[in-house]
């Protein structure tokens, strides 16, 4: 049975990924059944998604607004309680293998008056539990990105240079943020406005990331700086 889940597996797209020798008979057979579930809730959103290629694997109480601007491509999967609300002028579009684990948040808009721009993640992504990302500005996300638990991205900041007025009615900047190719941001980590981050680089855990971040770096503390480079 396990040679015919990693050949399924492996059709799916998901090429050198193995189920574990160790899970018995037992532990598969229930992982199999919750998968079924997935796919049976993934095929009746599919009709109503903007573009929709190949499998998508959907949990429980997971809420998808304005499912007409969500587009993913093969093998997407979608955990428990994620909510994602696609409403922005360019929608949110993921590409082949992407995983959103449970209680992840994808807001595009926040208030009607001003859409959000639209985000853009690409192949074999991975967002870990409970990370939040604000979509106001754009925002791109490469490929073999990882996110870790807990960590959020935010593309938006109020202008606040008049002392005399409050800050909400001062409007707010938006200059996007973009996450290049094979990037590990740690757990809790949180990368602000206007950030650019370079290949292959790694985020601590806990940073605070509020600069550029260079190609094959390794950057953390609050705010975030230049540990080391991989290179």
């Not at 597996?9 to 229930?30: A, T």
Request: proline share 3%; net charge positive; aromatic share 8%.
């Amino acid at each position: 049975m396990k040679k015919i889940i990693n050949r399924l597996i492996q059709f799916s797209g998901r090429n050198n990924y193995k189920i574990d020798n160790s899970l018995s008979f037992f532990e598969i057979i229930i992982i199999l059944f919750e998968k079924l579930m997935q796919l049976i809730r993934g095929l009746i959103l599919k009709p109503f998604f903007n573009k929709s290629n190949g499998l998508v694997f959907v949990g429980s109480r997971v809420k998808i607004k304005f499912k007409s601007k969500f587009s993913h491509g093969e093998n997407c999967q979608i955990g428990d309680n994620v909510e994602i609300n696609a409403l922005s002028k360019n929608g949110v579009k993921f590409g082949h293998n992407v995983s959103v684990l449970r209680n992840t948040i994808i807001e595009c808009t926040g208030v009607i008056r001003d859409l959000g721009v639209g985000i853009v993640i690409g192949n074999n992504v991975g967002i870990a539990q409970n990370c939040f990302i604000q979509v106001r500005g754009k925002i791109e996300i490469g490929d073999n990105v990882i996110f870790g638990p807990n960590s959020s991205v935010f593309s938006e900041n109020h202008i606040f240079s008049n002392p005399d007025l409050p800050v909400n009615t001062q409007g707010e900047s938006r200059k996007g943020v973009k996450i290049s190719n094979g990037v590990w941001i740690g757990a809790r980590s949180v990368i602000l406005d206007g950030v650019f981050v370079g290949e292959n680089s790694v985020i601590a855990a806990g940073s605070i990331v509020n600069k550029d971040v260079p190609a094959f770096s390794v950057v953390g503390g609050v705010p975030a700086k230049v540990l080391k480079y991989r290179k």
